[in-house]
């Protein structure tokens, strides 16, 4: 029995580490296990050590939002409360569980008879009680605190490794004598710090504030987990370390704008949003795709020609350059709103709720439901910055 079920693990085993699919022709796993410099060649056993740093890396975020990213919120004026209760209502209450969160206007004049509540207050009441069971902005600020103190470490860490690498300089230097390239310390370290952080990423992503965009962050997050992972074990990290970098540049000006707009910064939250958007449009529909992609399909063909992992390696590739797309499309949406109105407008992915040119809320300082105080109230409109669009 042992000897029949070891027999198609061995197939399954031996099929996922075929060296015809993972080298190229006339190169085998035994090749790589020759002495070279630094760390010698990558091997799938590294692999290995992400997981242990993966729940690491957790961890110190857990300690980093609570004693770094928390205090430094508080004192720049961030309250540490969520939004408005809803004012308790056991009708509102059940309608809301039972049946709907978003009521028609047949059912709200219904409530409204019923109650003796215009429509407008249980329409705002509706929607403070969505909004009740939303995150406040101090875990948005933690979480986004973490992601920018990361993304720019790394970039540095990055940049200052690449600056006195060759293929910085000269990007066919990522195919001269592949896949005979020794793996330095510094390598090495840059990637599996990069894989443990996007598995910490992927983990967190199920207890983080869930957004509208989760299916895509989540697809976001396999691709990226399996490209650092695919390039790393036929040791394409040279043109990864590329990979990793270009991204990085614009992350943390992602979430240093979210962080200014979470603090109401609005002047910086603009800026910082209108550089984040020119450096995202730049790496990602014109460094990445004309000088990544041109490498790895056309370059790497001349040099060292196509092979099995090469063509899923470039598949991913061209995943993501989809995902850029998409994502240059609504930055695009969100800058040309802020060019129509002055500033940087909702989020179109935004956690929170926020009115709208057709619904706008009257505030007061009793009741901000209580629609007595109309006439005088300030009101919230969709200019009102949201939470920007993330990330990888």
């Known amino acids: 029995m042992a000897t029949a079920a070891q027999g198609p693990l061995s197939l399954l085993w031996g099929w996922l580490w075929s060296e015809r699919f993972w080298l190229p022709e006339n190169v085998s796993w035994a090749d790589l296990e020759g ?216 992350d943390f000006l992602l979430e240093a704008a979210k962080l200014a707009n979470y603090a109401k910064y609005q002047r910086l939250c603009d800026t910082l949003f209108v550089i984040f958007s020119a450096v995202f449009m730049v790496t990602r529909l014109g460094i990445y795709p004309f000088w990544i992609l041109n490498t790895t399909l056309f370059e790497s063909w001349e040099i060292i020609g196509p092979y099995a992992s090469w063509w899923l390696l470039n598949g991913l590739l061209l995943t993501l350059q989809v995902l850029h797309v998409i994502w240059s499309y609504l930055i695009a949406r969100i800058a040309l709103k802020a060019l129509i109105r002055g500033k940087v407008s909702k989020d179109d992915r935004s956690d929170v709720e926020s009115s709208s040119e057709e619904e706008d809320v009257t505030t007061c300082t009793k009741s901000p439901c209580d629609s007595s105080s109309s006439n005088g109230a300030n009101r919230v409109n969709g200019h009102m910055g949201g939470s920007y669009w993330a990330e990888e």
């Open 35 to 250: 002495p070279a410099d630094g760390y010698g060649y990558p091997h799938g056993r590294h692999i290995l050590s992400v997981f242990p740093l993966a729940a690491g890396i957790f961890f110190v975020r857990l300690l980093f939002e609570r004693f770094i990213a928390k205090p430094c919120a508080l004192h720049i004026g961030i309250e540490d409360s969520g939004p408005y209760q809803a004012q308790p209502n056991a009708i509102l209450e059940k309608v809301f569980i039972s049946i709907t969160k978003y009521p028609e206007k047949k059912r709200l004049e219904g409530l409204s008879k019923q109650l003796d509540w215009n429509v407008r207050k249980i329409q705002c009441w509706f929607r403070h009680r969505r909004n009740q069971d939303k995150p406040p902005t101090l875990t948005k600020f933690c979480e986004s605190m973490w992601r920018f103190t990361f993304y720019l470490c790394i970039f540095c860490y990055g940049i200052r490794f690449l600056w006195s690498s060759p293929w910085f300089w000269d990007i066919q230097q990522c195919w001269h004598n592949y896949p005979f390239q020794p793996l330095s310390s510094g390598l090495y370290y840059y990637y599996i710090m990069e894989l443990a952080f996007y598995w910490s990423l992927m983990f967190s992503q199920f207890t983080d504030i869930k957004r509208k965009d989760f299916l895509i962050m989540f697809v976001h997050h396999l691709v990226t987990i399996g490209l650092i992972s695919f390039s790393y074990i036929n040791n394409m990290v040279r043109v990864g370390t590329l990979i990793m970098c270009l991204h990085d540049v614009s």
